[in-house]
């Protein structure tokens, strides 16, 4: 779900929507949680809502990284003891990471995944590396960038035979 812009606010509002009610859903069947029980609760009922298919639809606007941020900020909460201590005091008792850092190094592997060819051979997607012995004299480069493929269409070609 994207609008016209190519944005996904929609999509992150279902997203968000959907964890509140798992959140609800834990707050109102576990009344006092444990950390032990909250984490294993957390890590499979809530976050893969939050993360599932990041990769293509990966927020990069402030609004919607809070947005899914807080719905973590207010499942640390749920934890007895908890209250007194700053988001990232809970992150660090509970050991988990913030959805930021994990959307990251979620790319992070993909990435290491395609440029080592860990992916299918029949991966749908081309795409050629910069050539080593292409010498150009730019000071930013490594072999790592990607070149873009020009389009090999024969249609004007051979269109007056």
């Known amino acids: 779900m994207f609008d016209p812009f190519l944005l996904f606010d929609q999509l992150v509002s279902s997203i968000v929507s959907k964890a509140y009610s798992v959140l609800e859903f834990i707050q109102r069947n576990f009344r006092e949680l444990s950390r032990e029980c909250f984490v294993v609760l957390y890590k499979s009922l809530v ?16 609004c919607d ?17 908890s209250s007194g201590r700053s988001y990232e005091g809970r992150l660090r008792v509970l050991q ?9 190094r979620g790319d992070m592997i993909q990435l290491y995944k395609y440029v080592n060819n860990k992916y299918d051979t029949n991966f749908s997607l081309q795409m050629q590396y910069k050539s080593m012995l292409e010498k150009r004299y ?24």
């Not at 990284?65 to 003891?81: C, D, H, P, W, Y």
């Not at 988990?96 to 990251?104: K, M, S």
Request: proline content about 6%; overall charge positive.
């Open 47 to 62: 976050r893969p809502n939050l993360e599932y298919a990041n990769t293509v639809w990966a927020p990069r606007r402030m």
């Open 65 to 81: 990284i809070e947005k899914i941020e807080n719905v973590q900020m207010k499942a640390t909460k749920l934890i007895r003891g």
């Open 96 to 104: 988990l990471p913030t959805l930021r850092y994990r959307q990251l």
């Open 138 to 161: 730019d000071t930013r480069g490594h072999r790592f960038k990607l070149v873009p493929q020009l389009c090999k269409y024969d249609l004007r070609k051979h269109f007056l035979k």
